[in-house]
């Protein structure tokens, strides 16, 4: 049989086995996104920030299905599947690209949407409420403390009402003698919530555009493999050799 026919039908379940594995893999990606965002989902009033990683998980449900289909097609050596294939491939491809755009839109505004709300967040800190959860939870798990930085919580009613000091979520790990006294910052996490914040937000963000950039070039890869493999055959052969002679 011929050598490239072989190897070309080679690449191709190979492929297949790439788009399970990227599914699996921008699945776990866009989860994770989810995830993050979702826990600090009081800080964040801008819900299309999500988009990217709701395309992310479409694109990881479609490619799995597929990656079936293109397998299926190579080794029934069906032609008009291939096409196909190369169609879902460049669908595929296009979606990433539309990931790509939109988490480089919505990555300029994250700091934006965070400045809006985080003040408003920290002024309804009660002790108890849906914002005390989420304030505490930032605060420990970021080990920060306030908007801006430490300071911040004069402004709120919290600050005002509990003897000028701040909440004990705001205090450091490694310390049981904290009060959350402002005189006492040795004891207190005094970086800004905000801007660590955004950081994480960015990070997450940005490891995701690096998933999906890879994943996008090895479907341009795919196109021009099928491309390749489908003159070749139309110019050689009347339809597909068997995988094996």
């Known amino acids: 049989m011929d050598c490239g026919i072989f190897t070309s039908k080679t690449v191709l379940l190979f492929l297949s086995l790439i788009f399970w594995a990227a599914g699996a893999a921008l699945a776990y990606v866009g989860a994770y996104v989810?995830?993050?965002?979702?826990n600090f989902d009081s800080?964040?009033?801008?819900?299309?920030?999500?988009?990217?990683?709701?395309i992310i998980i479409a694109v990881s449900v479609v490619m799995f299905i597929f990656g079936l289909v293109?397998?299926?097609?190579?080794?029934?050596?069906?032609?008009?599947?291939?096409?196909?294939?190369?169609?879902?491939?460049?669908?595929?491809?296009?979606?990433?690209v539309a990931a790509l755009v939109f988490s480089f839109i919505y990555r300029g505004k994250i700091n934006a949407d965070l400045e809006r709300s985080m003040n408003e967040v920290f002024m309804k800190y009660d002790g108890q409420g849906a914002e005390t959860k989420s304030v505490d939870y930032l605060q420990t798990h970021l080990q920060c403390c306030g908007a801006m930085n430490y300071t911040s919580w004069s402004n709120t009613t919290?600050?005002?009402?509990?003897?000028?000091?701040?909440?004990?979520?705001?205090?450091?790990?490694d310390t049981s003698q904290c009060t959350g006294r402002m005189d006492q910052p040795d004891?207190?996490?005094?970086?800004?919530?905000?801007?660590?914040?955004?950081?994480?937000?960015?990070?997450?963000?940005?490891?995701?555009?690096?998933?999906?950039?890879?994943?996008?070039?090895?479907?341009?890869?795919?196109?021009?493999?099928?491309?390749?493999?489908?003159?070749?055959?139309?110019?050689?052969?009347?339809?597909?050799?068997?995988?094996?002679?």
């Open 158 to 173: 919290w600050f005002n009402s509990h003897n000028n000091t701040v909440p004990l979520s705001c205090c450091k790990n």
């Open 70 to 96: 293109g397998c299926c097609a190579t080794i029934r050596e069906s032609t008009v599947g291939l096409s196909f294939f190369f169609l879902i491939i460049m669908a595929i491809f296009a979606a990433e």
């Open 34 to 38: 989810i995830k993050s965002y979702d």
């Open 43 to 54: 800080f964040i009033q801008d819900k299309y920030t999500l988009v990217p990683a709701a």
């Open 187 to 245: 004891l207190l996490n005094t970086q800004g919530c905000e801007a660590k914040l955004d950081r994480l937000l960015q990070d997450v963000l940005g490891y995701a555009m690096m998933v999906v950039l890879g994943f996008a070039i090895i479907k341009f890869f795919g196109m021009l493999s099928v491309c390749v493999i489908t003159c070749k055959t139309g110019s050689q052969r009347s339809g597909y050799q068997p995988l094996y002679a």
